[in-house]
C-alpha cells in the first residue's frame, strides 16, 4: 500500500521492533505472492539465512544486533506469563482481523487505499479482481472463523 508496506499485524510487529531498535532494514514488495520457504510471512534474511515467525524473528534479532528482545528482569515464571498473554492478544487480534477482513471487503480495500491490478500484478479490469477477491477471499475468511 502507499502508506504501509503489509497490513498483516505480525509483519507489522517485526517493522515496528526493527524501527524501535534502529536497525536497517529494506522491505521488499512481495506482490502478495512472495512467502518464505516455510510459506510464512513474515520473514527476513539475514546474511543469507531465512528467518521466520515473528516471535522468532525478533528473538535471533535481538541476539544478533545485542537488542533487547524483552525486559529481561523477568522471572521464568514472569517469562512464561507473558509469552502465553502476548500469544493470546495476538491469536484474538488475528481472528478479529480475519472477521473484519470478510465482513466488509469493500471498506478493506478503501480503508488500505489497494490497487489490487498493481498488488496481484494481474492487467484485469478492477471490478474482475474485486468481484474475485470477494468471493474467494470472503469465503475462506468465514470458513476460517467457522472452524474456529
Known amino acids: 500500500t502507499p502508506v504501509i508496506p503489509s497490513i498483516e499485524p505480525t509483519c507489522l510487529k517485526v517493522e515496528s521492533w526493527l ?3 534502529g536497525i536497517k532494514y529494506e522491505n521488499i514488495d512481495h506482490k502478495m505472492k512472495l512467502r518464505s520457504k516455510r510459506g510464512q510471512l513474515p520473514f527476513v534474511e ?4 531465512e528467518i521466520c515467525e515473528s516471535n522468532h524473528i525478533i528473538e535471533t534479532l535481538s541476539k544478533t544486533f545485542e537488542k533487547q528482545a524483552m525486559p529481561m528482569q523477568l522471572t521464568a515464571e514472569q517469562q512464561q506469563i507473558q509469552h502465553a498473554m502476548c500469544s493470546m492478544v ?16 469493500n471498506s478493506l480495500l478503501k480503508g488500505y487505499k489497494m490497487d489490487l491490478s498493481a498488488c496481484l500484478g494481474y492487467k484485469l479490469p478492477a471490478s474482475v479482481i474485486n468481484f474475485y477477491i470477494k ?4 469465503r475462506k475468511g468465514v470458513k476460517k472463523m467457522k472452524a474456529q
Open 19 to 21: 524501527k524501535l531498535h
Open 46 to 49: 539475514l546474511n543469507g539465512q
Open 90 to 105: 495476538e491469536n484474538h487480534f488475528n481472528w478479529t482481523l480475519v472477521h473484519w477482513r470478510s465482513r466488509d471487503v
Open 135 to 138: 468471493h474467494t477471499y470472503l
